[in-house]
Each structure stands twice: as C-alpha cells, then as structure tokens.
C-alpha cells in the first residue's frame, strides 16, 4: 500500500515536474521555464560537439544559399544555413538541408571514373589526366566538325558537334563566360542550361 501510495505521488511530482500545462495555469511562460522538464533539460545542443566550423555554399541551385558546416575531428556532423547570409538568413531549402547527405553518403564518387570505347568496366583515372582528356578531345572535335562558310556562301564560324548544357548551380557571371568561351571562342551554337530545360 505504502508502495502504491509512493507510486502515485511520484505520478503527481512527475506531472507537475515535466508537464507544461500545470505551470502554465501557474502564470510560467509556455516559452521559456513552462516548456522545460527533466528529458528537455538533459538534451544538449546537437553541435556542442562540433571543434570546427566553415562556411559553403550550397550547390544545388542558383540562389547560392550560404551554409555553415560543422565538422568534429575532421568529419562532417551538420550542415545548417548561415544566418549571416542577406540571401537565406540562415534557412536552407529541403534540397539545402539534406547537403549533408550528399557529403557523407558512402556511395558517394570521390575519383575520376573512366570507361573507355568498347570497355565494360571503369577504371580510376587521375583529374588531371581527365581534364587533358576532355581538353583534348573537345579542341579534336571542334577541329574537325568547325564550319568557317556555308556553301551559301554565308559566313558562320560555327561548329555542330559539340553541345554545353550547364547546371543550374552557375549563376550569371558563370554563364556569361561560357557564353563568351563556347560560343565566341569554340563556336559552340547549343549552349543550353538545365534551368531552362
Ligand atoms: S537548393 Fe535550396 S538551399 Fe540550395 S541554394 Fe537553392 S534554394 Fe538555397
């Protein structure tokens, strides 16, 4: 019985402890003491933990949102807006928020992958190899595919073997320059970017 009625105090200790209401009735703030109880009040902030934190951007779209990345002994843990930003002021989207899987995600690719003509599997290639290798073969395409006349006579400079389509991570400066790089320097006339299609 003794037990019983223990029970049932500590019931009633338990509720006027951790729940809000109660203290609310009292006149406490449902902000600030009356939302507290013993579970709140062990919980600590989720990037207590983090001994460094740096600033990105986030690099699904175009708005640039800023986002501050907190990392513990080297690893990434969280990834929130910068509430510095005029941009975002410190909110990320849904695709923004979920940045840190893309990160963290063991799948995903950190090395150059290269199949060549006619291989079934990939290989691991250096960046810089890659990089020569697009070079290259970019500058052997619009070689051999550049149009200087048309048989009309017509002057076009132009070449119809190659094709850019951008991401929608570039913003105008970015996309001016390619612009400029592919269409005035290479002769590019598709140049297409994925915020359009
Ligand atoms: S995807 Fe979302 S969080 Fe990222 S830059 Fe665009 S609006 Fe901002």
Known sequence: MTIKRRGLADTVAGFLRDWSL???????DHRRDAARSTMSEGLRPRLEEADR??????PYCAVGCAQLLYA??????HVEGDPRSPINQGTLCPKGAATFGLLANPNRLTKVKY???YATEWEEKPLAWAMERIAQLAKRTRDETFVHKLPS?????HTLGMASLGGATLDNEENYLIKK???GGLGLVWIENQARV
Do not use: E, H, M, Y
């Open 53 to 58: 934190v740096g600033t990105s951007i986030c």
């Open 115 to 117: 199949r060549a003509p």
């Open 72 to 77: 513990k002994n080297g690893k990434l843990i």
């Open 181 to 183: 790089v592919f269409g």
């Open 22 to 28: 109660p203290r609310q009735l009292a006149g406490q």
């Open 153 to 157: 006579g017509d002057i076009v400079n």
